[in-house]
Structures are given as structure tokens and as C-alpha cells.
């Protein structure tokens, strides 16, 4: 980080030094990644050159393929086809101990915060409680250490998760909707912690529904759209000039033209 | 009606007075059952976490079979060891017919498939809501089941309690097997059937309220586990 840049730009500053299209260069690449369930395509030949360090939003509707697409990306689903390089190697189970998740459901053990983050460090082979409580005291959970982590409130579990996820030091983390039901003071508070993860060399795909958020974060913004890639751009100039219809609408706060709303009528 | 109540005094005192016969028995019952109910829980655990996390062609032939299984008639499971274990059978050498061992051995069979069906479903469950982040943190096999069965272990308490409650309650093979020889495999309720018949009500009615105090203790155990699990954020 440079004297006088804020951790936002120190984040996405990466984007900007590396070009695109070396491989080589790639932390993560898909190649006509499709993902079928029922009959019916829910990743869509999707196609991703995520470069090394910095933010990536992933955007969409509900039920667009977000939490798909990171779920194939982290190698916890198989794809239908297409294959997924990591540094330009296929993905495979050893890999994802260099990643870390976050769901968009809290995942928790039943057991304290702490012992929730004493295992995900175990299962690295990494025995050191003290580790623990720092990655707990860093997502201001000290005092819930003792606590049974599945009655903590909504916005704590999710704090816990990533603990969870940060105390591993991935080199690569995918946010789920992480901060989707945390207080405004907690959402800056974790954005500071992932920015600070992110000025340590990981790289973070993130989905989020909070624009702002994307806005303020993220280097480029993935747009996807009932499973396809509909667009790919860096921050600016994906809200500035979206190019695909869907994008527009969704940046407008439209609904897209698929979905129907249906009042009553009174 | 007044005999029966000098019955159900007289066997109150047959309790207080913990005599050496009556000891024996509620001993030889507690030692066969508990024994049997250690044995089914080393075998029905392993074979539940195995069905729970394990994917294998026929594995849902044999989970159908293990649910099947817990329906056992007891005599039947009686018959079958003892035609196992009488003089002619394959493993009539080991002489160990109207033996302890013999009823142990009974009444692991019974209660083994109830550990390895219901302790199969704990786990199932636990590991479907645990998978992806196991996945995700690249944990192994073995690693996702003791992670598993330490989670699951308030309900995995509950299915021991269950199947102590049926090892100890069951009648049907231990006295094919057993014999209810006095001293020897006498146990609660073969005890209870031999003295009801002869007429012995008070000995069989001290014993009886026995075996009801066993269960209510154990009905008691499990719904206080469940309290204290759902205080601890278990379910
Ligand atoms: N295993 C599955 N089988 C069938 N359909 C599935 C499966 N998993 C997801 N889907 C469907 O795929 C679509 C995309 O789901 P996904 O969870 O990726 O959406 P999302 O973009 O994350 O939405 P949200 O913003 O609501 O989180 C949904 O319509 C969902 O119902
Ligand atoms: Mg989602």
C-alpha cells in the first residue's frame, strides 16, 4: 500500500497493475462451466478469468446462480462440465485448504464460538488457540467465545463464519452474502477486516447485494444472470455504463423482464 | 384384593431387605445388559457412521435391512444363537449354552441393529448439514465422522439409553439361552416369569417394581439430556 491510499483502493489496485488475458496471472479461472440439476442448465457455460489479489463482486437476481457458481468455484460441487483452473492448474480437493468459504447459511457446530474456530484451524493441522481467539477478537466476538455458537444471533454467527474463514489465512475467500445481516457499524468494521486480508495478499469473491458495498470494494464486478455471465467489467465502469440490458435494470432497481409479479386484485 | 396388597408390602420388603438371592439377580440383569448394550453400541456406532457417511452400491439395501432388523422377535434371536451354540451347532465346542456369555451375546444381537439404525439416522443428518463445510474446510473421512459423532453425542446417549431399556426388559431370548438357572442366568425377567407362575408373587412384584424403577430412570436421563442439550444450543 502507497502513502496516502485508502485500503479500498489498495484493494482494487491490483486490478489495475495486471493485465488481463495472461495466464499465468489468473489466481482462478472457469471455462464453460455449466451446472445441471433437473434436467435444466442452472450454470450456463460460464467462462472467468479472476486475476491475483483484490476484489471480485458477483452480482444477479435471486436465483441467478451466485451461490452456484461460488460452490463449483470452491470445488464443493462438480461441475456438469467445463473445468476450473487454480493458477493455472486443474482444481483439485488439495486446493481448497488454500481457500476458505463463507455460506450464505451460517454452517456452526454444536459447540462454544471458540471451539468453532479451534476446529476449522485443526482440520489445517493448525493447533494453536490463541489463533482462535485473535480471529474471534478480531470479528468482535471475545465475549462470545464461551457461547454455543448456534444461539448467537444471525449477524454474530455470521461474524463467527468468518472468523472461521479468516483465521485460516486463505489465499483465496468467498463471501457468500457474509455481511447480508450485520449492523451498519459491524459491516464497516468487517469490510476493514477483509480489506485488511486483502492488503495481506487474499484475494476475496464476494457476492453481495449491497451495491455500496460492491462499489466501495470490489475492483470488478461479475454480472450473472439465470446461470450465463451477462456481463464482466471493472467496478467504474460497470455502474458507470452498464452494458447489458440486465445489468441496467437491476442497477435501476428493476425487476427483469422474466419475472411477473401478480397483485390481487382488490 | 387384600392379598394383593399384602403382596405388593411384602415385596417392598423384600427390596429393603436386599437379600443375597435377590441382589444376584438384579446384579446378573444389570451386568448382562449393560455388557450388551457397550457391545452394540462399539458395533451399532461403527456400522451407523459407516452407512451415514460412506456412499456404496447397496448401501440403501442394507440400511432397509438394518431398519428391518430392529423389529427382531426376541425368541427368534434366541432360537437362532441357540442353535448356534447347542452341542450340534457350529459353535457348540465353545460350551458356552445357558451361559451369561450366552445371553450377552443374545441380546447384542437384538440391540445392535436399534444402535446402528438410530444412531445411522443421527449421523445422516448431522453430516448433510455438515458436508459442504467439511468439504470446504478439506477435512477427511475420518475426521467428519468424529466430528460427528462428538456432535451428535446427546442423541447418540439417547439411543444407548434405548437400547439398554430393551436389553433389559427382554425376556424372550435370554430364557432360551439362559435357562434361568438359579445362580447362574437367573436375570429380572425370566425370574419374574418362573415366580409368577409358581405362584411367588411377592419376589416376582419386588423384582417388577425394579425393572420399572430401571425405566423410569432411564426415561428420566434422556429427557434431562435434552435439556441440557437444548440449553447448550444442540438442536
Ligand atoms: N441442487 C439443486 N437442485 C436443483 N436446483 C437448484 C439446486 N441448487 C440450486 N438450485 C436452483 O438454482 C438456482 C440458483 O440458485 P443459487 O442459490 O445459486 O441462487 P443465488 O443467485 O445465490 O440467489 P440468492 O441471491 O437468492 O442467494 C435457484 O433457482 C435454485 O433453486
Ligand atoms: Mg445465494
Not at chain 1, 1 to 22: F, I, N, P, Q, S
Request: charge should be positive; glycine fraction near 10%; include cysteine.
Amino acid at each position: 500500500m502507497r502513502d496516502g491510499e485508502t485500503k479500498a483502493e489498495a484493494g482494487r489496485g491490483h486490478l489495475k497493475l495486471v493485465g488481463a488475458g495472461l495466464p499465468g496471472h489468473h489466481a482462478l479461472s472457469c471455462r464453460n462451466l455449466t451446472y445441471r440439476a433437473g434436467g435444466r442448465p442452472l450454470i450456463d457455460g460460464i467462462s472467468l478469468d479472476l486475476v491475483r489479489g483484490g476484489i471480485t463482486a458477483v452480482i444477479g437476481y435471486n436465483g441467478a446462480g451466485k451461490s452456484l457458481l461460488l460452490r463449483l468455484l470452491h470445488g464443493l460441487i462438480r461441475p456438469s462440465s467445463g473445468e476450473i483452473l487454480w493458477h493455472g492448474e486443474a482444481l483439485s480437493p488439495a486446493h481448497r485448504k488454500l481457500q476458505a468459504m463463507v455460506f450464505q447459511k451460517p454452517v456452526l457446530l454444536r459447540r462454544n464460538a471458540l471451539d468453532n474456530v479451534v476446529f476449522a484451524l485443526a482440520s489445517h493441522g493448525i493447533h494453536d488457540r490463541e489463533r482462535a481467539e485473535d480471529a474471534l477478537f478480531r470479528v468482535g466476538l471475545a465475549d462470545a467465545a464461551g457461547r454455543a455458537a448456534r444461539l448467537l444471533s444471525g449477524g454474530e454467527q455470521q461474524r463467527l463464519m468468518l472468523a472461521m474463514a479468516l483465521a485460516r489465512a486463505p489465499q483465496l475467500l468467498f463471501l457468500d452474502e457474509a455481511t447480508a445481516s450485520l449492523d451498519p457499524a459491524s459491516i464497516q468494521a468487517i469490510e476493514e477486516i477483509v480489506l485488511d486480508a486483502v492488503a495481506a495478499g487474499t484475494k476475496v469473491v464476494m457476492v453481495t447485494h449491497d451495491l455500496g458495498q460492491a462499489k466501495r470494494l470490489a475492483g470488478e464486478v461479475v454480472f450473472i444472470d439465470r446461470g450465463r455471465k451477462a456481463e464482466a467489467a471493472p467496478t467504474d465502469s460497470f455502474f458507470n455504463n452498464p452494458r447489458s440490458a440486465v445489468a441496467q435494470a437491476y442497477l435501476e432497481g428493476r425487476l427483469p423482464h422474466q419475472f411477473q409479479i401478480h397483485r390481487s386484485q382488490a | 384384593m387384600q392379598d394383593f396388597a399384602r403382596a405388593f408390602a411384602d415385596s417392598f420388603r423384600q427390596i429393603l431387605a436386599l437379600d443375597a438371592g435377590f441382589v444376584e439377580i438384579v446384579g446378573l440383569s444389570l451386568r448382562v445388559s449393560l455388557t450388551a448394550t457397550l457391545l452394540s453400541c462399539l458395533i451399532g456406532l461403527l456400522l451407523g457412521a459407516w452407512l451415514a457417511v460412506a456412499r456404496f452400491s447397496g448401501r440403501q439395501a442394507l440400511i432397509i435391512l438394518v431398519n428391518a432388523m430392529m423389529g427382531l422377535p426376541p425368541v427368534v434371536v434366541g432360537l437362532f444363537v441357540y442353535l448356534n451354540l447347542s452341542r450340534a451347532g457350529p459353535f457348540g465346542w465353545l460350551g458356552l449354552l445357558y451361559t451369561p456369555t450366552a445371553m450377552i451375546l443374545a441380546q447384542t444381537i437384538l440391540i445392535t441393529p436399534i444402535v446402528a439404525a438410530l444412531s445411522r439416522q443421527v449421523l445422516e443428518d448431522l453430516h448433510g448439514e455438515y458436508g459442504e463445510h467439511f468439504a470446504s474446510l478439506g477435512l477427511g473421512r475420518m475426521g467428519q465422522v468424529r466430528a460427528i459423532l462428538w456432535d451428535g453425542r446427546y442423541s447418540l446417549i439417547t439411543v444407548a439409553l434405548a437400547a439398554f431399556g430393551r436389553s433389559v426388559a427382554e425376556v424372550g431370548a435370554v430364557i432360551i439361552v439362559g435357562g434361568n438357572i438359579e445362580h447362574l442366568t437367573r436375570v429380572m425377567t425370566t425370574a419374574i416369569a418362573l415366580e409368577t407362575s409358581k405362584g411367588n408373587l411377592q419376589l416376582a412384584m419386588a423384582l417388577g417394581m425394579v425393572l420399572l424403577v430401571i425405566a423410569l430412570a432411564v426415561n428420566g436421563l434422556v429427557s434431562s439430556l435434552r435439556l441440557s442439550a437444548s440449553r447448550l444450543g444442540y438442536a
